[in-house]
């Protein structure tokens, strides 16, 4: 536990090339596809979860909406994986770094936005003035309201990198507690011990709603203009 508190945070190299294509890949093999008649009971798990959380997700879309229901999935399951592989020891996440998470907000937030001036136009321009509002403050609301849709993806990415580093941070400190005070004292080394495995409990947790908030609140943007 001598490594720098921020060593985690680092691009992983693999013969000095940078190795984040692979980590990205490998969530895939984590969903295998069946090519029997009679799937085996993991696989079918699998599919109804994701029948589940396709069929919330949807509920509230339109047809043209519903057009979206592959992309959202992909991107949900591909949020959760890669949020539970940094649990595991010595591993790393693309969803802690703010340009990846970036990467992802700022196109699936375009691709609403414009989904929604191409075919609800007078709508999605309505959102930039509410009805009844005074003359002398129509031309703050406007900024107001154009300020508020271009922090959106930023919002989104900035809120997950947060909870996964956060965390993260927050079990690599109280791991170093653990072995610190493994040689001074039994007694404080089990509680720390256990509020660690709870804290692990916790970022499971969290590594799973942030990657069903993430995707909820691109679903929802959507909705907004579909």
């Known amino acids: 536990m001598n490594e720098n508190l921020f060593t985690p945070f680092t691009t992983p190299t693999l013969l000095t090339l940078p190795a984040v294509v692979p980590i990205i890949l490998f969530p895939t093999l984590l969903f ?63 969803t802690a770094q703010l340009s990846m998470n970036l990467a992802m907000a700022i196109p699936l937030w375009a691709g609403t936005v414009i ?47 947060a909870n996964i580093t956060a965390g993260h941070l927050l079990m690599h400190l109280i791991g170093s507690a653990v072995l610190a005070l493994l040689t001074i004292n039994f007694f404080a080394t089990s509680l720390t011990f256990v509020l660690l495995l709870l804290l692990t409990i916790l970022e499971i947790a969290v590594a799973l709603i942030q990657a069903y908030v993430f995707t909820l609140l691109v679903s929802l943007y959507l909705h907004d203009n579909t």
Request: glycine share 2%.
């Open 115 to 161: 989904t929604g001036l191409r075919f609800k136009t007078k709508n999605s321009l309505a959102h930039f003035l509410p009805q009844g509002t005074p003359t002398f403050l129509i031309p703050m609301l406007v900024i107001i309201e154009t300020i508020s849709l271009f922090i959106q993806p930023v919002a989104l990415a900035v809120r997950l990198t």
């Open 32 to 94: 295998p596809t069946s090519k029997h008649l009679v799937n085996n009971r993991l696989i079918t798990i699998q599919q109804n979860l994701i029948q589940l959380i396709l069929k919330q997700m949807m509920m509230i879309h339109n047809t043209k909406g519903r057009t979206w229901s592959l992309m959202l999935m992909s991107l949900i399951i591909f949020i959760a994986t890669t949020n539970l592989l940094w649990l595991l020891p010595h591993s790393f996440t693309p």
